[in-house]
């Protein structure tokens, strides 16, 4: 069975750091596109960061480029999303997800595995 796992979400203060980590278990995805999601409370699921499955492509919302970025490590089968200069906007359910094909994409819609999410809250 195919899982995929965030960890790292938190409580931190306006201006700070967090790394999200999402571990995939059942079968690897070194080749395949990843995303990173959130929802806010009340709000649609939207895109927040993605990359091919190498990494050669990967997009960003406007509203997160220059303050995050999307990795991973094949060895470990995770993804990370690193998050910095964290404001109080960036509070919501972040969730980690992949495709069967390598490409990266924005919709929820092409994404066929999706973890549960990691809470995070970004005070002012």
């Known amino acids: 069975q195919v899982q995929l796992v965030e960890s790292g979400g938190g409580l931190v203060q306006a201006g700070g750091s967090l790394r999200l980590s999402c571990a995939a278990s059942g079968r690897t995805f070194s080749r395949n596109g990843m995303g990173w999601f959130r929802q806010a409370s009340g709000r649609e699921r939207e895109i927040v960061a993605a990359r091919t499955w190498n990494g050669g492509i990967t997009y960003y919302a406007d509203s997160v480029k220059g303050r995050f970025t999307i990795s991973r490590d094949n060895a470990k089968n995770t993804v990370y999303l690193q998050m910095s200069s964290l404001k109080p906007e960036d509070t919501a359910v972040y969730y980690c997800?992949?495709?069967?094909?390598?490409?990266?994409?924005?919709?929820?819609?092409?994404?066929?595995?999706w973890g549960q999410g990691t809470q995070v809250t970004v005070s002012s």
């Open positions: 997800a992949a495709r069967s094909s390598w490409d990266l994409a924005r919709s929820t819609k092409e994404y066929e595995y």
